[in-house]
């Protein structure tokens, strides 16, 4: 028996009775993505039982339930909570609250109407939230985080993914009741309306539950909801950048590494790193890590929210879509919005995000073209990804017009980003800026002294169908260019495939990340006759192009190339 919205349902229907109708105010939001709501099964069960609803046996092959397991186990034997997952009452009061309180136009108002307390005066509030649950009921399932920091700019080894519960599986919507009730005698049916325009306005715009930078917890307001033009003002000087994306991809995984999941947290550490490497070329390492915890926010040592918040929108007819023939790549199409303010959007992360699509991907297999690989078995495999961004610019004429996000394949296009981007930080953070800082850092440091960039032939074709998803091309040699086929190079003394030290080793036990990142781009090279190029970013990891190490070499190999062009960086 599900019981979950039956308090809702009662208190709707006292109110009726009671000829009170306009105090108790009740709609369907929709929770769009997952919501995390509750930390079990650890550290204690206090936190289940506040997590949701009991709902089936606690039953579990070894030891308790609430037992802390490493994430294989949780999913082999947990792979849904026996509980049905709601959002407290308690929290939306507190995402209200914080909203109404970054207003001081309506600061005094929300004291007086959610109460308050100072000191040891406490003044009570007038409105009442309910917790608010699935319509329908909703296990919690499991979910992952996965630090990938230390793995793929320090190259520090992997770390081990942690579990997560969350209300929602991140594939469909969750419709959920919010409900809040004025106290009869205190509350009048204008304090109750102008409350639930701000639960309406303040849940659509900040989500609900943790994460929410991160693209979890979004909410959908219902569908009748217009706010007032004074809740319509601009977010405190923030700018929203909208971008339409494809990505033909290898797979991305979640939790289950069987089941092809493209998740918001995938663009979170995609943008998350680029931030950080670019940080690094300007900055100590201590400072680059600070400034990198004011924009994206950090857990620890000591928790700070972050300035920019990501958010994914599936698009509804193309998701998880599988090509029709083999070896197998995934298809994920929808909209990446990313938050800021403005400043901070426009001459900070924009730029970093042009570089970052222009020499790679994002999720699984983001450093290499989508290509076509064989296993020491033979069988044949998709590996790597190519995305597509797209955004909306204004052209001469003042109209908008959609177009590829990229750099220009000229050095001086990608000098003059750079060069405006580091102006644009020295303007913000002054104090910090030591440029000479991380030459010698052992780690993926994005700066014209610390890594190269290379335009090199690619294939002669794009290898695969971009509108009907299948591959044109399945010899596996003919998918790559010719950065790709350096990176494969195992011929002594350029043993660059599976080398730690430059292409990195994904199927050993204790992988290691590659030093170079490559993507495809589908524009003729005006040196050689094919239709594609292959951007290579080789991160020199603290080695200098003049020494002996293999990374100067690949470098010294990838200046050979017939047809390349040096974009950016360091050269022979």
């Known amino acids: 028996m599900y019981t979950g919205s039956d308090l809702a349902k009662l208190l709707e229907k006292q109110h009726q009775r009671r000829g009170t109708s306009n105090l108790f105010k009740k709609d369907t939001f929709i929770l769009q993505w997952r919501s995390k709501v509750g930390s079990f099964p650890h550290p204690d069960v206090e936190t289940m039982v506040s997590a949701g609803e009991p709902c089936g046996a606690w039953h579990v092959v070894n030891g308790r339930p609430e037992d802390k397991r490493q994430l294989d186990e949780n999913l082999e034997q947990m792979l849904e909570l026996p509980l049905n997952g709601y959002i407290p009452g308690s929290s939306i009061r507190g995402i209200v609250r914080a909203w109404a309180m970054k207003r001081p136009g309506i600061r005094m108002q929300m004291f007086n109407l959610l109460g308050s307390q100072q000191g040891n005066i406490i003044q009570e509030g007038k409105i009442e939230f309910l917790d608010a649950w699935p319509e329908i009921a909703t296990k919690l399932v499991l979910d992952i985080v996965n630090p990938q920091q230390n793995f793929q700019v320090y190259h520090e080894g992997q770390g081990k993914p942690i579990s997560i519960y969350t209300l929602g599986d991140g594939e469909d919507t969750v419709s959920v009741t919010v409900a809040i009730r004025g106290i ?328 290691h990340c590659s030093w170079a990142s490559i993507k495809r781009i589908n524009i003729p090279s005006k040196e050689i006759e094919v239709d594609c190029q292959e951007i290579v970013c080789l991160f020199m990891g603290g080695k200098t192009p003049q020494s002996n190490h293999i990374r100067a070499q690949f470098l010294k190999d990838l200046n050979k190339i017939e047809g390349k062009l040096h974009l950016f960086g360091v050269s022979p």
């Open 184 to 511: 009869p005698g205190k509350a009048t049916p204008q304090d109750v309306q102008i409350v639930w325009e701000w639960v309406q306005q303040a849940l659509s715009i900040h989500g609900v539950g943790s994460r929410t930078s991160a693209g979890y917890g979004q909410i959908k307001a219902p569908s009748g909801f217009i706010p007032s033009p004074q809740l319509r003002q601009v977010e405190n000087g923030y700018t929203t950048k909208t971008f339409e994306f494809k990505l033909y991809s290898q797979g991305c995984a979640g939790a289950d590494r069987q089941q092809q999941d493209f998740r918001p947290s995938h663009w979170r550490g995609w943008l998350r790193s680029w931030i950080l490497r670019f940080l690094l070329g300007v900055m100590s390492k201590d400072n680059a890590e600070i400034t990198l915890s004011e924009l994206m926010g950090i857990i620890e040592p000591e928790t700070r929210k972050g300035c920019v918040k990501i958010r994914m929108i599936p698009d509804t007819d193309i998701w998880s879509d599988r090509s029709s023939n083999q070896p197998y790549f995934y298809v994920w199409e929808g909209k990446l919005e990313v938050t800021a303010p403005t400043e901070i959007l426009n001459k900070i992360i924009l730029p970093i995000i042009r570089f970052a699509v222009s020499t790679g991907s994002v999720g699984r297999g983001w450093r290499r073209p989508l290509h076509i690989f064989h296993m020491n078995n033979g069988y044949a495999a998709t590996r790597g990804s190519h995305l597509v961004i797209k955004h909306q610019v204004r052209n001469r004429e003042g109209n908008l017009q959609k177009r590829t996000l990229s750099l220009l394949l000229n050095p001086e296009s990608w000098t003059s980003t750079y060069d405006n981007w580091l102006t644009a930080v020295r303007s913000q953070w002054a104090d910090r800026i030591n440029t000479n800082a991380n030459h010698s850092l052992e780690a993926e440091v994005f700066s014209p002294r610390t890594c190269a960039v290379y335009a090199v032939p690619g294939s002669e074709a794009n290898p695969i169908d971009e509108n009907d998803f299948e591959w044109l091309e399945t010899d596996a040699v003919a998918t790559r260019g010719d950065g790709m086929h350096l990176i494969y190079e195992q011929t002594p003394p350029r043993n660059y495939k599976r080398n730690p030290d430059i292409g990195g080793n994904a199927a050993d036990k204790n992988p």
